[in-house]
């Protein structure tokens, strides 16, 4: 059984810096072809991506992100992490990471976790 | 990047009604296309994968089609557990992978 779940402060203060872990059971980041990714969504609004990290650890960024995010992995725990610099309170919302499949059909986020919400208050 | 445009982005129905979603996309993307349910305060959950392809587990209730920029999300005779919101995400290879805005299913 696959399962993801976010984890990391409920609560940030503009310009600092968040970091939040997923930590997942199931599959593996060590297998080929193993995939995550971390998707937002700020209260009431649409879902948003923002990054994936593959078993071969290349990474992707949503481009006008790009500069504040990073995304990394430690398999021997099976833990995903994605930093988020200077965070502000446009940034609030629930912040998801998810097993992502790429086959032919394109790319699925497939599991998810139950999201953690994260406010950006002074 | 390619927009996802859906509508309506709410709609009220009863239960055994069909229902009818669609989405657009910026770009053709093929069938690069899945849909999502998402109850409130949960987590999404992947529906239909490829356009057409269900998810295992998914009730055969649910339907999609379209390739292209055109895409339709089918809920057949409308049950309870349905109501919840519904977003499609374009899923060619390249990102940034984008979602709709949302579709919300309201009890009339």
């Known amino acids: 059984q696959v399962t993801l779940k976010e984890s990391g402060p409920a609560l940030v203060k503009p310009t600092q810096t968040l970091t939040l872990t997923c930590t997942h059971s199931?599959?593996?980041?060590?297998?080929?072809?193993?995939?995550v990714s971390w998707i937002r969504q700020p209260p009431g609004k649409a879902l948003e991506w923002l990054a994936r990290?593959?078993?071969?650890?290349?990474?992707f960024y949503s481009p006008p992100l790009r500069a504040r995010l990073t995304v990394s992995k430690d398999t021997s725990k099976n833990q995903v992490a994605l930093l988020m610099t200077d965070m502000d309170p446009l940034d609030t919302a629930t912040y998801y990471c998810?097993?992502?499949?790429?086959?032919?059909?394109?790319?699925?986020?497939?599991?998810w976790g139950q999201g953690i919400l994260v406010t950006v208050s002074s | 990047d390619i927009q996802m445009t859906q509508s309506p982005s709410s709609l009220s129905a009863s239960v055994g009604d069909r229902v009818t979603i669609t989405c657009r996309s910026s770009?053709?993307?093929?069938?690069?296309l899945n849909w999502y349910q998402q109850k409130p305060g949960k987590a999404p959950s992947l529906l239909i994968y490829?356009?057409?392809s269900l998810q295992s587990g998914v009730p055969s209730r649910f339907s999609g089609s379209g390739s292209g920029t055109d895409f339709t999300l089918i809920i057949n005779s409308l049950q309870p557990e349905d109501f919840a919101t519904y977003f499609c995400?374009?899923?060619?290879?390249?990102?940034?992978?984008?979602f709709g805005q949302g579709t919300r299913v309201e009890m009339k």
């Open positions: 998810a097993r992502t499949r790429y086959f032919s059909s394109g790319v699925q986020f497939d599991s």
């Open positions: 770009h053709n993307i093929n069938t690069y």
């Open positions: 199931g599959f593996s980041l060590g297998t080929s072809g193993t995939r």
């Open positions: 995400q374009q899923s060619s290879s390249v990102p940034p992978w984008t």
């Open positions: 490829a356009a057409s």
């Open positions: 990290i593959d078993w071969d650890d290349t990474k």
